[in-house]
């Protein structure tokens, strides 16, 4: 049984619906996460949760020393520990969203 209706020109056929048109699967996302804006949320997301669970562990105090006092104790450094710490931060669910979203494109790429 042939379900090719329409032939591109090449050997190859698109596939149809039962009425004869286009079903659409050329727009298909297989997996969801081959959307940017999905795969910036769960990093966004995620990153919350890192500094919810940080502040519950270790406490506020704790986690305010961690980030001015990152190279050891020297206090002339506490601004360049904050500076480094905010660029990290701003880095982090953007390197995130982007290996996910590469990952999950790839991966649907070499499946069809």
Known sequence: MDFCHERNGRD??????????????????????????????????VFFLIY???????????????CSFAFGKFPLL???NILFRIVEDIAKPISLALRLFGNMYAGEMVLF
Do not use: E, Q, W
Request: proline share 6%; with cysteine.
């Open 78 to 80: 506490i601004p360049v």
């Open 52 to 66: 919810f669970y940080s502040f519950k562990v270790k406490g506020f105090v704790d986690s305010v020393k961690k």
């Open 12 to 45: 190859s056929c698109r596939p149809v619906a039962a009425g004869g048109k286009l079903d659409g699967l050329s727009h298909l996302k297989i997996v969801p996460s081959t959307d940017l804006n999905a795969t910036f949320a769960m990093s966004i997301s």
